[in-house]
């Protein structure tokens, strides 16, 4: 590579200086890390010619890096725009283990290692555990299309798909990627705008996971203290069913995380979900309402509602978690059985994307919309800003 280049003049007649190039490379983030390539110490080199090309080396964090070509591409693209620049070449290395350490340490801001940072005093970032209490009325669903529409509406958002055995998550949000490891860290994939992580993206093909206990809780450890999530407004664990140990782990080692209670109309699943909720009076967490799924068929040919569960279970479950906590439980919001949300979630398109103005795609922005002001709320007053209205 060319180090010691004469000045000379460009395709514009202006040669580029190196500093014009570093300065078009603080634009390009690390697609995985989502912050500036310069601020990580990924630029090894740079050298311009006399004729205004620029050949820019660039550290990738590890052998076989995933995002090679989007590094790259992004690189040529920012260098390129640079006046005086005539041709733009890319040379890929890799971070030595020292390195690798020290993008670690610079990423955990000097902080120890296996810390879970949503538990510190003075986190911004709101955790809302959804929780059911029995299988098959669509959290999943639910956590997959809050999240996509929260990112949707400008907020920083992650998904931890805690529900271990049943793992679905990323096949919700349409990706197969896996993530990179730097050190002792793991950067998440990113899908529709949100960062998230998966058992199923360690596993072969759709091997099952056959833990016990203690392995579940140091799984869910590891997706909240080794991700690297980066500053996020909120972040969304999708629990697996009942009140076992992962729900009993995400109290000890995020206490502020509220409970999201995702139920269906029908009397057997609200009282099952009333169960699985009142595990904040134990726990001392609170629950910030409750989301009735599968509220009914709307009619393709007359439009009436058809009630195939029953109706008022997300009523029943509110007004009993409310007497059994002593605080005001709320309805969050009803979803309509919706053919369409169900077709996002086999195609990993998450209807708040594919079909925002249709019945489901409408009810779960609204209750999306809620969750976002409450954040706005908590970022407002960390700020000394007084919020409008009450979250």
Request: hydrophobic share 40%.
């Amino acid at each position: 590579m060319a180090t010691d280049i004469p000045p000379a003049t460009g395709a514009t007649g202006t040669l580029p200086t190196e500093d014009d190039v570093r300065a078009a490379l603080r634009r390009v983030n690390d697609p995985e890390i989502h912050r500036p390539i310069t601020d990580l110490g990924m630029v090894k080199s740079i050298a311009v010619a006399t004729d205004g090309r620029v050949e820019v080396g660039i550290y990738l964090t590890v052998q076989g890096c995933p995002m090679r070509e989007t590094i790259t591409t992004d690189v040529r693209s920012a260098v390129a725009a640079v006046p005086g620049v005539s041709e733009v070449s890319v040379e890929l290395d890799v971070m030595s283990d020292e390195q690798r350490k020290e993008l670690a340490s610079t990423l955990r801001g000097g902080q120890a290692e296996r810390e879970v940072p949503f538990a510190k005093p003075g986190s911004l970032t709101r955790v809302y555990a959804v929780a059911s209490g029995k299988g098959g009325v669509g959290k999943s669903s639910v956590t997959v299309n809050l999240a996509a529409a929260l990112a949707a509406d400008g907020l920083k958002v992650g998904v931890v798909d805690a529900d271990i055995y049943g793992h679905s998550v990323p096949r919700m949000l349409g990706t197969d990627a896996r993530p990179t490891q730097v050190e002792n860290m793991i950067m998440p994939p990113t899908a529709q705008g949100v960062k998230v992580i998966s058992i199923g993206m360690f596993t072969p093909g759709n091997a099952p996971v056959v833990w016990r206990g203690p392995m579940l809780h140091r799984a869910l450890q590891q997706f909240l203290a080794d991700v690297y999530w980066g500053d996020l407004d909120v972040l969304l664990l999708d629990l697996p069913p009942g009140t076992g140990d992962i729900a009993i782990s995400v109290a000890q080692l995020v206490p502020g995380a509220e409970i999201l209670v995702v139920t269906t109309p029908q009397q057997a699943a609200a009282e099952v979900a009333e169960r699985a909720g009142s595990i904040a009076v134990q726990t001392h967490q609170k629950i910030v309402g409750v989301v009735e799924n599968m509220a009914g068929l709307p009619c393709p040919h007359c439009g009436e509602l058809v009630d195939v569960f029953g109706t008022g279970g997300g009523e029943r479950v509110a007004e009993g978690l409310t007497r059994t906590t002593g605080a005001k439980v709320p309805v969050l919001g009803s979803i309509p059985i919706d053919v369409r949300l169900r077709e996002g979630g086999d195609d990993g398109r998450p209807v708040v994307l594919s079909d925002p103005e249709s019945p489901a795609g409408v009810a779960l922005r609204s209750i999306a919309s809620s969750l976002g002001a409450r954040q706005r709320g908590l970022a407002g007053m960390s700020l000394g800003i007084t919020p409008r209205g009450k979250f």
